[in-house]
């Protein structure tokens, strides 16, 4: 399926709803502007081993001992009246600029500097809000607090199997419009915060929500969407995202709470716009769903789960793949892949402070088409048969009465012979059917 969306039509349309004047005014431009400085910290000493390869090609387990500062930002938000409404609703401007304080490592993290985490100028009203800036897709932000009582992304986190193709540690921004692992559908994935991105977030419609992302990306200018494909054909291209994520919350027995969600992404032409293909189609659409039940006298507890079905089509790739595997030169730049994943996740809260916290990720073998079946290689390079691998984590939690979380937790990632997924953020690297441990002492604290 190719969708090509603009955000045209409804700029047109908001601005055809009729405007009044709101009384207040805006007083030079910013005497009516709320602003908010805000944060958080995210820090762990984490004991990592991991099975790696040595100079020599042996195998061998490995073990470091690392600080890292995770998911840790700052970011500074502002709102304000415009001076005019919308059917009787006061319009707003509001702005976001957030940042990553990652402060000793990835050093080699392509996104230092102002704004480069959720950030955003948009305008609110009756509509809900239409914003532009960088952001994460809806895709996943729809679901992702709600189904990973680990979050917010740390190195225990439900993107070390969902949304990502796992070969290698190639979280965040990679593939596609950042480069990927070989050039290859290895470091392809859906878990981005991306540039140049629209986004609409409805109201809340009775429980109902909807957010809509759409991206084209201004890395390629006119001259450079135009490509020669592996049969040397002059190909013109129009890479663009969609993402699109549903979700529906409501109440049971006046105490208990179901939500369920539908998340749904799109990267038409991206690959092909990187890699010199005749065409590219990539697809994901995830389901989700979170029960929370209230047991009384302080305990409760939620369990999550979440399903998803992840697919790549490329034609007629000419582009340069290293030596990774997927490697599309092995079957004449063709890619026909699929992969499934799932995980169940929950949390026990105790009365007092204490809280419990676990998640179990699988992710299946790989699903390869026939073009990637050729008489000399299986699934462009790895067997799809034993390619598959699971994650778990289990943490116990003290939250202190201002919000500091202290935490202690576990997990581990376990490969099939054929699979090489590492934890989602900060993986140390592993070896195709090896396995990486954390043990985790931190600390997380809001501002």
Known sequence: MKVKLTGAALVLGLAMLPLTSFAGGVGGGNANSNWTIYGWQNWSLDFRSHDTVSADGSNRERDVIQMNNEAANL????????????????????????????????????????CNRNSKLGLSGPWGEVMFGSWLTPYNEITAQWIDPFYDAGSHTHSTLLGLMGWGPNYNNTGFDFGGYGGGVGGQGFMRRKDNLWQWFSPNWGGLQMRVGWSNNSRWSSDESEVTDRAGNLQELDPQILSIGIAYTTTINETDELWVALGYQ????????????????????????????????????????????????????????????????????????????WLISGKHDFPGPWDFRFMYQEADDYDCGASMMTATTNCAGINEKSSGAEAISLGLYYTMPAGTELRFVWGEVDNDDNSRNGFGIGSEGVRPGGTEESIQFGMVQWF
């Open 75 to 114: 970011g500074f938000a502002a709102s304000i009246d415009t001076g005019m409404s919308v059917a009787g609703t006061p319009l707003k401007a509001n702005f976001q600029c957030e940042q990553f304080t990652l402060w000793n490592r990835l050093a080699n993290f392509s996104h230092y500097g102002w």
């Open 266 to 341: 799109q990267h038409d032409e991206f690959a092909a716009a990187e890699l010199a293909c005749a065409d590219s189609d990539d697809e994901t659409i995830r389901y989700a769903a979170r029960y929370i039940h209230d047991w009384g006298n302080g305990h409760s507890t939620r369990l999550s789960w979440a399903y998803e079905e992840m697919e790549f089509d490329w034609e007629s790739c000419a582009g340069t793949t290293g030596a990774g595997p997927l490697n599309f030169d092995m079957t004449n730049g063709n890619v026909d892949l699929e992969r499934e994943a």
